[in-house]
């Protein structure tokens, strides 16, 4: 290995290994987890029934342990049950949607992409369901002096970790909404985040409500997703 950078940190390596599984074995628990996940859908119709704080402490570190570009977990997120808090959030988003809606913000080819879904500015759902979850991206550190710290592919990073959020939640029974009520600075606001961070997706979590209905949708199938070139 080369000598490292100056001022750079020796790296420190540690063994690591994973249990080789039977390819049998593999394919059961690809199969059961495929299928579990095929069965999320993105829910805007919770109930109030409270969920325990804990599950969403282990929704978030599970994101938490996504890779990151060098490492810099670009990531912070604001767990909210505060029914003033969540209001507060619900007309500031309402306020941005209906400006989006029906204000004229919105381009009719978006419009028309978001038809099928039935969606409107109407978010009643940000103060029913127990938390909403804010994902924020750092856009970039600080050193201790205070001095700027770059991140790299911060974007991609939280993307990510909130990709393991969402299957943490569905793995525990729960619903959640990727939300992107924009423009997202109200968030920022709201929660009293350093002009560092950037709203990257508001995440309501609970239990669907019990005449919870969503829309009827087709995914893609393996060969319009995927090239497979084989030796
Ligand atoms: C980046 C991103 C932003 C989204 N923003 C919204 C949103 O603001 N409001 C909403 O109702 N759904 C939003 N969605 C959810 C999509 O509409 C939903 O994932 C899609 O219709 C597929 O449905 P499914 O998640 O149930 O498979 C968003 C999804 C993604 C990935």
Redesign the pocket.
């Not at 909404?177 to 924009?182: D, E, K, M, Q």
């Given at each position: 290995m080369s000598e490292p950078a100056p001022g750079t940190r020796e790296p420190r390596l540690v063994p690591y290994a994973r249990p080789r599984l039977e390819a049998s074995e593999a394919l059961t628990r690809a199969r059961e987890f495929r299928a579990d996940m095929a069965a999320?859908?993105?829910?805007?119709m919770f109930s109030a029934d409270p969920v325990p704080r804990e599950l969403i402490e282990l929704a978030i570190m599970t994101a938490a342990s996504a890779p990151s570009g060098a490492h810099q977990q670009p990531w912070t997120f604001v767990a909210v049950s505060d029914p003033d808090v969540k209001h507060r959030i619900r007309v500031a988003a309402e306020e941005e949607e209906r400006r989006n809606y029906e204000g004229g913000r919105m381009p009719a080819e978006w419009r028309a992409a978001?038809a099928p879904?039935g969606?409107d500015w109407q978010k009643p759902f940000l103060e029913i369901a127990p938390w909403l979850v804010v994902a924020f991206e750092q856009v970039h550190g600080s050193f201790p002096d205070g001095t700027v710290k770059k991140h790299y592919y911060a974007r991609e990073s939280v993307g990510i970790a909130c990709g393991l959020f969402i299957t943490a939640i569905h793995r525990m029974g729960l619903v959640t909404?990727?939300?992107?009520?924009?423009p997202m600075g109200f968030l920022a606001r709201i929660l009293e985040r350093p002009r560092s961070e950037r709203p990257f997706?508001l995440l309501p979590v609970g239990y669907p409500a019990t005449d919870c209905t969503?829309?009827d949708?087709a995914?893609k199938s393996l060969d319009e997703v995927a090239l497979f070139l084989e030796g």
């Open positions: 999320r859908r993105s829910v805007r978001l879904l969606t909404l990727t939300h992107t009520p924009s997706l969503v829309p949708l995914r």
